[in-house]
């Protein structure tokens, strides 16, 4: 008797369970994504030929694939077009692809592709696929036989190509972790330095205001001194105030509340009145302190969000004062093409170049907490950066230490059809005008007794 029983089957899929098994141990261990690739091939090689063997990723800005692993007997690229390439309509298509030489040809009619690289006897490629998009392709050709790969060897790459992509996807998962948890760590940082400073930057001004109440209360006084003690609290106050507003400022625009409110305003107008507002407030007779408009007085009238345009200038030439000891400052405007482009440049101490992209991020400062030369809780620019994208332009800074630094911003230029407005008469910053010869009577409901007391006194202080 004689028995004969055929095990290629058998055999197959064996030596398939071993080339799973192998590759699903290299996820574990291979350190990077080549390294595996490597060992896919040599067992892969086991099944079927693998001596040209392609795994590249789709990269969907550009629409190219890029290489991982290109091992290939005739051919060598690291980034192409997926038009007019086999492995670029796998990608379109998310479909497995199996061609011999003739059925290659008539492939690329059908698609009208102008194929790239070596025509192969037989090209097999399947599309690594995750949710519902193709994110990659693996190839495997060959240049001699015309039925190197069949449906099987289709059915197995499938196979490692979903290994491959559960691989990729777990990779992705865990690189994105790692920069979240850097970013938490930064922004704890951030957080943390910014507390140590507010405490610092909010303490002085209270510390000013509590301490030199008592002092006014002091018997020994003089009336001068009383008038100086004033002044500083009156100051310590509008700083507070300032921090304040800051902060408030920060987290509407970080709750998404910030709202643009365009009104008719004019530019020159607006120049004019922050010029006047900062020349009182500069005691360095060392910095020459100038603006220049070259917007026409005719172009001056437009359409813009005049308190937060106000605000964005404010806080820049705040900072060219606080950082500039000689020189000069000045600041400007012109019209350049459809924007309005504004300026503010000064000869202070400069920033260095690696900084000129993240001082726009909140609580970010050039110098560490206990070198600072300057006040300031590091919100400013990051305010500005955020109303300057409000307002539909763009703000950066073009600097070099111990040089001074230029901060350049845009907004679209929205002119006001017809007539321009009428140019106001300058007004002193926080000094009301009331154009009225009438006598008004004003009804105040207040919670709070103080503020009810000062506003009746104020009013007092008018009258006379
Ligand atoms: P701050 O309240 O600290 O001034 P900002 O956001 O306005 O906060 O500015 C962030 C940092 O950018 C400043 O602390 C300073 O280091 C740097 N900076 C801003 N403007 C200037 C300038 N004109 N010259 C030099 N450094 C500047």
Known sequence: YGTFQDITQHKRAENIQTVLYQITRATMVSETFEDLLNVVRKELGRI??????IVALYEPEKDTLKKVIFIDEKDEFIEWETENTLSGMVVKLRKTVLLDKDEEARFAEKYHLNLLGSPAECWLGVPLISGDKAIGVMVVQSYTDPKAYDQSSAKLMEIIARELVLLIERKKMLEDLVIAKEKAEESDRLKTAFLNNMSHEIRTPLNGIMGFTNLLNDP?????????YSRIINQSGRQLMSIIDDIINMATIEAGQAKLRETEMNVNQLLKDIYLQFLNKINNSQVAFNYHSQVGDKQAAIMADETKLMQVLV????????????GGIKFGCR??????????????????????EIIFERFRQVEPDINRVAEGNGLGLAISKAYVGLMGGEIRVESEPGKGSKFIFTIPYKPVSGEPAEVAPPSQAGEAIIHTDKTLTILLVEDDYSCLLYTSDAADEEDS
């Open 48 to 53: 079927l030929d693998t001596t040209n063997f």
């Open 220 to 228: 020994e006084t003089t009336p001068e001194e009383r008038d100086y």
């Open 315 to 326: 806080n820049l030439i705040g900072n060219a004062i606080k950082f500039t000891e000689h």
């Open 335 to 356: 019209l350049h093409d459809s924007e309005l482009l504004f300026y503010v440049e000064d000869s202070g101490i400069g920033i260095p170049e690696e900084f000129h």
